[in-house]
């Protein structure tokens, strides 16, 4: 089983796919890993050998933030919008949508359960 970044890739998939199990790389950036690497996208995770992965491994972590990093960097970010107190921050801070959705009949996933209201 081959250890990325800190992930255990799935077994018998292959690389274009399994590379997607790693937080901040999809379709196009995994393709762009393996031409990088020099590793057919075709090929299964437990075919791989050792310098190939460590090859795979080396691209990612020279050229890309990925997991812990990219957790941290965008929780950073938004706690510097609620520290602003910007009007994307309020939201934040709300738990309101950020990006101009209606919440009048919609957003229960952002806005949670439904709380019942008294007469």
Do not use: W
């Not at 690497?37 to 992965?53: C, I, N, S």
């Amino acid at each position: 089983m081959a250890r990325i970044a800190g992930v255990d890739l799935p077994r018998n998939k292959k690389m274009a796919f399994a590379l997607r199990y790693i937080y901040g790389i999809g379709p196009f950036l995994s393709d762009q890993v393996l031409a990088k690497a020099g590793v057919d996208p075709e090929k299964r995770t437990d075919q791989l050998g050792e310098d190939e992965v460590a090859r795979i491994r080396d691209v990612i972590d020279g050229s890309f933030k990925v997991e812990g990093d990219l957790r941290r960097e965008i929780s950073m970010n938004i706690k510097r919008l609620m520290d602003l107190g910007c009007y994307r921050g309020i939201r934040h801070r709300k738990g309101l949508p950020v990006r101009g959705q209606r919440t009048h009949s919609n957003a229960r996933t952002r806005r949670g359960k439904r709380t019942m209201v008294r007469r």
